[in-house]
């Protein structure tokens, strides 16, 4: 996968849900560059703004706007692996911390 590596902030065309439709949604790259390498695909997890609403495996980021996000966000414990073409372009990058505490979170999530 040129130019993403794990921690990068990512817009993605997401399906909807329901499968009505796509819409295009913030996501931390979450697989390795060992991943990016061999496959074509990069596995990604959901981020919302939707704060208020925190649930297991997700992780509050301390600081949203050093990774590109305009509102303060949630990374959350859904998890999807994507084509490389659904990407549209690169926000940012998670702070250190940010990203430290969302493995510690996806290690729960996996029972890893």
Request: charged share 25%.
């Amino acid at each position: 996968m040129t130019g993403y590596k794990r921690g990068d902030v990512i817009l993605v065309g997401f399906i909807v849900t329901d499968e009505s439709g796509w819409r295009i949604r913030p996501a931390v790259v979450i697989s390795s560059s060992a991943y990016h390498r061999a496959r074509q695909e990069v596995v990604v997890a959901a981020i919302t703004s939707k704060i208020g609403r925190h649930l297991f495996g997700d992780s509050l980021l301390a600081d949203w706007k050093g990774a590109g996000l305009l509102f303060p966000s949630v990374v959350t414990g859904i998890i999807r692996t994507i084509k490389q073409t659904m990407i549209h372009r690169k926000l940012g990058t998670l702070a250190k911390s940010d990203l430290e505490a969302v493995e510690r979170e996806l290690r729960r999530c996996l029972g890893l």
